[in-house]
Structure formats: structure tokens, C-alpha cells
């Protein structure tokens, strides 16, 4: 079994910075992706970015250019660097990993501000 322990969330102004991390432990052998929702306030979970185990990367139009994902050196963790931060963006982010079945991260809270 995975479990998956997210940090990094925050309070930033609009146009700041911000990177979650995402360390998965247990049975990772075997993943073949990883990658983010967010769910923002009285809305639906909605996709963010994935990157898979060949290092090909997926991102919602509204993040791209904006949000990077990319995994760590150990091939356990990954991260999402968030440039440009909006307002809109304010939400939980819940990390994931697809090994093969889905197991998802306790959420990182992140709030925008203007």
C-alpha cells in the first residue's frame, strides 16, 4: 500500500510563488504516475498536472505556463511549482499516485490572495 504525505501549501499574494511537495512511501514500486487535483471551495475536484513514469507531463489549460510539475531524484516525490499564482487558484491540491491503483495524499491548502 502507498501513502502519499504532501507539503507546501500556503497564503501567497497574487503573482507570487509556491511549490507542493509529495513524498510517497510503501509499495511505490510499480507507479506509473503521478500528479494533482485541486478542489476549490462548493466545486468539483478538478485535475491539475500528472507526470507518468516515461517523464511525459499533462496540465489543465489554466495552469500551463504557469504550474510545473516535475519528480524528485529518487523517483518518490514529486513536486508542482506554482508561478503566477491567481486568486482563482485558491483551493486544496491533493497529490495522487497511480501504482496502479489511486491512492491520494491528505490535501495542501493553498489561498490566494489579491
Known amino acids: 500500500q502507498v501513502q502519499l504525505v504532501e507539503s507546501g501549501g500556503g497564503l501567497v499574494q497574487a503573482g507570487g510563488s509556491l511549490r507542493l511537495s509529495c513524498a510517497a512511501s510503501?509499495?511505490?514500486?510499480?507507479?506509473?504516475?503521478m500528479g494533482w487535483f485541486r478542489q476549490a471551495p462548493e466545486k468539483e475536484r478538478e485535475f491539475v498536472a500528472q507526470?507518468?513514469?516515461?517523464?511525459?507531463?499533462y496540465y489543465t489549460d489554466s495552469v500551463k505556463g504557469r504550474f510545473t510539475i516535475a519528480e524528485g531524484n529518487a523517483k518518490n516525490t514529486v513536486y508542482l511549482q506554482m508561478d503566477s499564482l491567481k486568486p482563482k487558484d485558491t483551493a486544496v491540491y491533493y497529490c495522487?499516485?497511480?501504482?496502479?491503483?489511486?491512492?491520494w495524499g491528505q490535501g495542501a491548502r493553498v489561498n490566494v490572495f489579491s
Open positions: 510503501g509499495r511505490t514500486f510499480g507507479s506509473v504516475a
Open positions: 495522487y499516485a497511480d501504482s496502479p491503483n489511486r491512492t
Open positions: 507526470v507518468n513514469w516515461q517523464g511525459s507531463t
